[in-house]
């Protein structure tokens, strides 16, 4: 089976604009959960969706938003870009909603 | 609280030797301990997991040590080769609620010396 995709690989957008990244899960799973990656505050949980439902959100400010289509496939929207979004966006996909996670490669995405 | 610490913060081991990764938590709230190896520029890659109904779980050359009581985990790299050298990630996803929402610990960098 085919991986977690995540496109677009590299992006830089400059503060006070909006991005959108995307993910494609491994085809079968029904979860998708994204997260945030910084070398100060590690890996960190956004939110969570399963069957086009968020389950789970973390604590971000609701600059950061998301969803879910009815293939799995899922994307997220970042609103008025900060210097502080700077980061390794990552997607992982999973079958169920307790069940092992498997990562993609991430979006690096650098706000000037 | 949901935290999870990590250490060492960065590990040095010659090749051949043993490598000891550990963990904690502060509260009972988790039910799934994964580790995740990450090298640069590429996304954590699972490992080796275990649920807390078990001490320990060998997989190749990983070894995850679970102890309850002390709300600690522990990998073990057995023969560490070159090729590990890597970052690698404990997590814990909590048992209340749907969820699979993963708490990471800050990671440790391995380097593992020829």
């Known amino acids: 089976k085919a991986g977690v995709t995540q496109t677009p690989r590299y992006l830089i957008k400059t503060r006070g604009q909006q991005v959108t990244l995307s993910c494609s899960p491994i085809s079968g799973h029904r979860s998708v959960s994204w997260y945030q990656q910084t070398p100060g505050q590690g890996l960190q949980f956004l939110f969570e969706?399963?069957?086009?439902?968020?389950?789970n959100k973390g604590n971000f400010p609701g600059r950061f938003s998301g969803r879910q289509f009815s293939n799995s496939r899922s994307e997220m929207n970042v609103s008025t870009l900060e210097l502080g979004d700077s980061a390794l966006y990552l997607c992982?996909?999973?079958?169920?909603?307790?069940?092992?996670?498997?990562f993609g490669p991430g979006t690096r995405l650098t706000v000037l | 609280q949901q935290q999870v610490k990590q250490s060492p913060q960065s590990l040095i081991v010659q090749k051949g030797g043993i490598s000891i990764i550990n963990c904690a938590y502060e509260?009972?709230?988790?039910?799934?301990f994964p580790w995740y190896q990450q090298f640069p520029g590429k996304g954590p890659a699972l490992l080796i997991a275990?649920?807390?109904?078990?001490s320990e779980k060998k997989e190749g050359r990983f070894t995850i040590s679970f102890n309850k009581s002390a709300k600690q985990f522990s990998l073990h790299i057995m023969d560490s080769q070159p090729g590990d050298s890597a970052t690698y990630f404990c997590?814990?996803?909590?048992?209340?609620?749907?969820?699979?929402?993963?708490?990471f610990g800050q990671g440790t960098t391995l380097q593992v010396k020829p």
């Open positions: 992982a996909s999973s079958p169920g909603t307790r069940t092992e996670q498997f």
């Open positions: 969706y399963f069957s086009e439902t968020q389950r």
């Open positions: 275990i649920r807390p109904d078990v």
């Open positions: 997590a814990a996803s909590p048992l209340s609620g749907n969820t699979g929402k993963l708490i």
């Open positions: 509260n009972t709230a988790f039910d799934y």
